[in-house]
Nanobody, 116 residues
């Protein structure tokens, strides 16, 4: 059974940084699998924050470009999201997503709260 487990969320002041981690288990982790981070703020729809695909190509939402960085370690079956220069509007539950053999998998989410 494929599972995604996020960690690394928390409370941080504006301008601060966090690193989110996503551990993939239950499958051979391959670099061809597209991975991504989404977020959902209260009362809002879930939105794509960043993705990483075959060949390590990355894509970012305009609102996080230059501040967030997605990366992966295929050997450790990990995907990371480095969040820098955090803003209050980045507050949300962040979800890890994987597209594996035409099926979508989600983690349980990790809360990121940006507040002074």
């Amino acid at each position: 059974q494929i599972e995604l487990v996020e960690s690394g969320g928390g409370l941080v002041q504006p301008g601060g940084s966090l690193r989110l981690s996503c551990k993939v288990s239950g499958t051979i982790f391959c670099s061809i699998y597209p991975m991504g981070w989404y977020r959902q703020a209260p009362g809002k729809q879930r939105e794509l924050v960043a993705s990483i695909a075959r060949g390590e190509s990355t894509n970012y939402a305009d609102s996080v470009k230059g501040r967030f960085t997605i990366s992966r370690d295929n050997g450790k079956k990990m995907v990371y999201l480095q969040l820098n220069s955090l803003k209050v509007e980045d507050t949300a539950v962040y979800y890890c997503h994987a597209r594996i053999r035409d099926l979508d998998y989600w983690g349980q989410g990790t809360q990121v709260t940006v507040s002074s």
